[in-house]
């Protein structure tokens, strides 16, 4: 039980995490509050990479004397892209959001809706 | 060509849009830049098509990319699938571009015009990547490369609903292709692995575990919202309704056909069949939802008033169809959903296309405005009728072909409903077509169809070499049929 809970809490905080994201994505409908759901999702799957690369017992991965386990660096090194690519989405995001703002005079997705609507 | 380019190929496939990008950002002048971008888009069908070439002659080809072998570099893989759709996506990225000028001088701001075009070019890079590529992490990377720029390509309509649809299709996509890097971030905790063929090759052992099924379920959902399977499809009508009339036709041509390209990959060549199909029994999960797609998004469409929305309902009942083929997973099923990729690209493509005219002739596509421009577009108009009987298909018509695959492939499971239900899609396909074409030939002109004229030359041919092509490849079909067959044998057979 205790193995479950606290040998892999790296795991229940990216479930948390992922689960937190992806329900204020759904439930809010303010855009910006949406690109921070957004943000937090996609960074709980970051966190899941570099625990995926962990190797227990090992350091990090510099060729020294007296180490003979090395954690596993690739993880790390595709998260890095991945992180990349979450900035790139945010920036995009965001500027759509600058766009919104100009045309509707408003980020609340109902109201865009309703404004849509009456025309 | 020399031996030492003809090695460079597949690499130069993707390098070839992808350094010509930033290169548009350089150029900046409008009179240099379309025409910049345009050569380019035609000299990566050229590199497409001697790909293909190659490919069908001598068999799979795979390129260590940077000399770094396979399972621990990127490997870049071109089978006859992979190349058979690198050829429909580069020609119809060429095509749409050589027929955008005056749409483009319409539609978008001229200070504007060299962003566009670096921003279609980097989506046709994304595009051509997924489909080249046989290592699952760059799958992602192209993944996002074309989603991000055609968020902004969508985002460049001009009415402002295009950005609301634009940022909904970015919060769709995101999740969606989160989704497919949570799966890919699994499989590689199973497998150790990102290479394709290597998993593949490592999956059985390991297929029972559970992180191996919920990686399966992460993907499906993942690439599920990424091609707009019905009931996923919610961010595509808007999206394709309010982008500009050029985005419209190469992005409702070519992004979800790349998407289903994918599903194609993974479950069959990356899983397997008898993973996939057998044991998960993934065909018994997509087949009630490709036929429902079918029905509802075609119901859908009928009522819509918005020609290039209904067109949009329209691609979520096709990729319907495409997913009816795959989930049979039979070689004529196969066949039918890889060759439906390719006929619906170029129907899709082209009815947008003919769309794209009427806009820069009447800046409206809505049926009320249509009415009667048949007399005063009777190119354009005969063109998209001849699109419409495609969708409809009618015998002698590429979108014929697809249906005649599927119906077999139906039959020879002996799944005589599923017979009975396509066919009976089809009259609701002719009931949307068939609105359009009364509009347009039989009312009365409207205020605006009055005053408009025939689209300009430079429009019309693109349009008709597309439209014409869905009749050649519905009579002659060494190249369509018969290419999708080898891929969906080849496909079948699974990775070694």
Known sequence: MTETVLGLYNYWVVIFLMMMGFYIVISRGNLIKKVIGLNIFQSSVFLFYITVGKVSGGTAPIVEEGFEVYSNPLPSVLILTAIVVGVATTSVALSLVVRIREAYETIEEDEIQAQDEAR | ???????????????????????????????????????????????????????????????????????????????????????????????VLTWAPRSLNDEIPASRHYLFCTLYLLCVTGLLGIA??????????????????????IALGGRRQALP?????????????TFILIGIGLMYQMTGTLNMADMAGRLPAVEGVRTALVAFGFLT??????????????????????????????????ATKVSVYIL??????????????????????????ALAGIFVASTVAIFQRNV????????????????????????????????????HALIKGGLFMAMGCVMLQLHSVDLDDMAGVGRAMPWTMAAWALGGLGLIGVPATAGFISKWYLIQAALERNSLIVAVLLLLSSLLALVYVWR???TAFFHEPSARAREAREAPLSMLVPTWVLLGATVLFGIYTRYSAGVAEQAAEAVLRGLP
């Open chain 2, 1 to 95: 060509m020399s031996e030492a380019i003809q090695a460079q190929l597949p690499v130069l496939q993707v390098v070839i849009p992808l350094l010509a990008a930033p290169l548009c950002i350089i150029l900046r002048r409008r009179s240099l830049v379309l025409p910049f971008a345009t050569g380019v888009c035609w000299l990566t069908f050229l590199v497409s098509v001697f790909l293909l070439g190659d490919v069908l002659e001598a068999g799979v080809i795979s390129y260590e990319l940077g000399g770094w072998a396979a399972p621990w570099g990127i490997e870049y893989r071109v089978d006859a699938l992979a190349a058979f759709v690198l050829l429909f996506v580069s020609g119809i990225a060429a095509l």
């Open chain 2, 132 to 153: 080249i590529t046989g290592d699952l992490f760059n799958v992602f990377v192209f993944l996002e490369v074309s989603a991000l720029s055609s968020y902004a390509l």
């Open chain 2, 165 to 177: 649809a634009a940022f909904q299709y970015l919060v769709m996509g995101t999740i969606g292709a």
């Open chain 2, 221 to 254: 959902v993942g690439i599920a919202l990424k091609m707009a399977l019905f009931p996923l499809h919610v961010w595509l009508p808007n999206a394709y309704a309010y982008a500009p009339s050029v985005v419209s036709a190469f992005i409702a041509a070519t």
């Open chain 2, 264 to 289: 194609l990959r993974f479950m069959f060549s990356v899983f397997g069949l008898e993973f996939s199909f057998e044991q998960l029994g993934l065909g018994r999960a997509l087949m009630p939802l």
């Open chain 2, 308 to 343: 290039k929305r209904m067109l949009a309902y329209s691609s979520v009942a096709q990729i319907g169809y495409m997913v009816l083929g795959i989930s049979f997973a039979t070689a004529t099923g196969l066949t039918g959903g890889i060759v439906h990729l390719f006929n």
């Open chain 2, 436 to 438: 359009v074409i009364e």
